[in-house]
């Protein structure tokens, strides 16, 4: 079996990689997060076995980068021109869904990420985070039956 171009690697799954990175770091830092993790992968691909789930490859990757991102940006100082006299909203974020996804043990939270924003399949999901197909559909379920009771506006969207 003969592995495929890189550059089709990148335009079969670079949407799935950008939906797992904005799970994770939200839209402003999720582009730098998928450019990390196609270098990263760049690098690493010649050494991917013809056989390996590319997909499942990249959004590990992908999760592993945009949590680099995370911690880079908790390391550094924001510059002002004024300090302001009371703590500013972030923009741009829901921090009530932020806090309600990592409220999640974090099998459900990685399972939810992987299957409902990365669009993973069950047995590809399993494969990323240990156990079944089986335990990673019912560890999604409780999730987002977790999420759905400590995070009120998911009800209010799907209305």
Same mark, same amino acid.
């Given at each position: ?43 690493? #691909? ?29 390391? %550094? ?32 939270? %990685?399972?939810?990420? #992987? ?6 399949? #069950? ?37």
């Amino acid at each position: 079996m003969v592995k495929e171009p890189f550059e089709r690697v990148v335009v079969q799954h670079g949407a799935t990689v950008l939906r797992v990175c904005r799970a994770v770091v939200g839209p402003v830092d999720a582009d730098d997060a998928w450019s990390e993790t196609f270098l990263a992968a760049l690098r690493a #691909y010649p050494d991917l076995p013809s056989d390996a789930n590319v997909e499942a490859w990249l959004v590990t990757i992908a999760h592993r980068k945009a949590i680099d991102v995370v911690r880079r940006a908790a390391r %550094q100082a924001v510059p002002l021109a004024d300090v302001p006299d009371r703590v500013l909203p972030a923009q741009g974020r829901d921090l009530d869904l932020w806090a309600a996804l990592a409220a999640l043990p974090t099998k459900q939270r %990685q399972v939810v990420a #992987y299957h409902h924003l990365g669009g993973l399949p #069950y047995d590809d999901v399993a494969a990323l985070v240990g156990g079944t197909a089986a335990a990673a559909r019912r560890a999604a379920s409780d999730g987002v039956a977790t999420l759905r009771r400590t995070y009120p506006a998911i009800d209010q969207e799907e209305s």
